[in-house]
């Protein structure tokens, strides 16, 4: 199994431009989440997804948005990119559950906005 | 909102030394508890996690952890380092499907 595979794994875009990371998970599991990790913040959480097709504000969501049409994807969007959104953006998924659920993470997409 | 901290940023440790890198939480009712740890230019990767069936969890490559409820701590402990431990370790609280991790300690191994 692959588990979380995040395309693209780097990117540098010119401020003002948009893209979207996308994320694809083949584990079945309900929910889906994105972060970002910048030194010495931690990972903190943009947007999430509890199934499909719904969606929810993190702690930092603006300036991104985010789809789930199928279960299997999560896509976040940049609609116009800003230096301060340079950074290494994680997607992770789980299972619904109260006892085993932890988080599994992706390889990381390190974006540069310049 | 749940939060978690990690005090030190950076943690250095002879080889072979106790490696002990700090966590504390904040919430009236413990959450579910974990330590992550992440190697240069990958993921996460889970060590360990608490889920309330014992206080004392084991995890991976021979680090543990201690839920200590007056203490609002889940410090993680390893009694010997070795070179290949030299990683960022995060700290992360489960609070309904809804992960909040630490800042992360970085830690070092000297040889």
């Known amino acids: 199994n692959a588990g979380v595979t995040q395309t693209p794994k780097f990117r540098v875009l010119k401020t003002g431009q948009s893209m979207t990371l996308l994320c694809a998970q083949d584990m079945n599991h309900e929910y889906m989440y994105w972060y970002r990790q910048d030194p010495g913040m931690g990972l903190r959480l943009i947007h999430y997804s509890v199934g499909e097709g719904t969606t929810a504000k993190g702690e930092v969501p603006d300036g991104y948005n985010v789809s789930r049409l199928k279960k299997q994807n999560f896509l976040l969007g940049l609609e116009s990119a800003a230096p301060s959104q340079t950074s290494v953006y994680f997607c992770?998924?789980?299972?619904?559950?109260?006892?085993?659920?932890?988080?599994?993470f992706g390889q990381g997409t390190r974006l540069t906005v310049v | 909102a749940q939060s978690v901290t990690q005090l030190g940023s950076h943690v250095s440790v002879s080889e072979g030394a106790l490696v002990l890198l700090r966590c504390n939480y904040s919430?009236?009712?413990?959450?579910?508890l974990f330590w992550y740890v992440q190697y240069p230019n990958q993921g996460l990767q889970l060590l360990l996690k608490?889920?309330?069936?014992?206080?004392l969890v084991k995890g991976i490559n021979g680090f543990e952890a201690e839920f200590k409820k007056s203490e609002t701590s889940f410090h993680l402990t390893k009694p010997s380092a070795h070179m290949s431990d030299a990683a960022e370790y995060f700290c992360?609280?489960?609070?309904?499907?809804?992960?909040?991790f630490g800042s992360g300690t970085k830690l070092n191994v000297k040889p």
């Open positions: 919430s009236s009712v413990p959450p579910y």
């Open positions: 608490y889920t309330s069936a014992a206080t």
């Open positions: 992770a998924s789980s299972p619904e559950g109260d006892f085993d659920t932890e988080a599994f």
């Open positions: 992360a609280a489960d609070n309904f499907n809804k992960f909040y």
